[in-house]
């Protein structure tokens, strides 16, 4: 029996492959299409269908607050105030 099961590298990198060649313009505009795909299915369920939904993911992948506490080191570093005391 064939297995359809792929690792997540093996799904990334399928799914990376419709952008390569694409130009940085490019990519943004198919990132844009997909949030607004996004949008579009989010807006179509009624406020409780939502609500229950976001509820759902704030219990299976919390956001960090405050929210950028997932960003590594060397990427806040880049933007950090230079008289912070951190």
């Known amino acids: 029996m064939l297995s359809f099961r792929q690792s997540d590298r ?8 419709s952008s390569e060649g694409k130009s940085p313009q490019e990519r943004m505009a198919m990132f844009a299409d997909l949030m607004a795909t ?10 409780a269908e939502r609500r229950r939904r976001f509820w759902i993911a704030e219990q299976l992948d ?4 405050p929210w950028w506490k ?12 230079p008289n912070s005391s951190s």
């Open 10 to 17: 093996e799904a990334i990198e399928k799914d990376a492959f």
């Open 62 to 65: 919390p956001r960090p607050d």
């Open 38 to 47: 996004v949008d579009a299915i989010v807006d179509s369920l009624p406020p």
């Open 70 to 81: 997932n960003f590594r080191a060397e990427a806040l570093a880049e933007y950090q105030c």
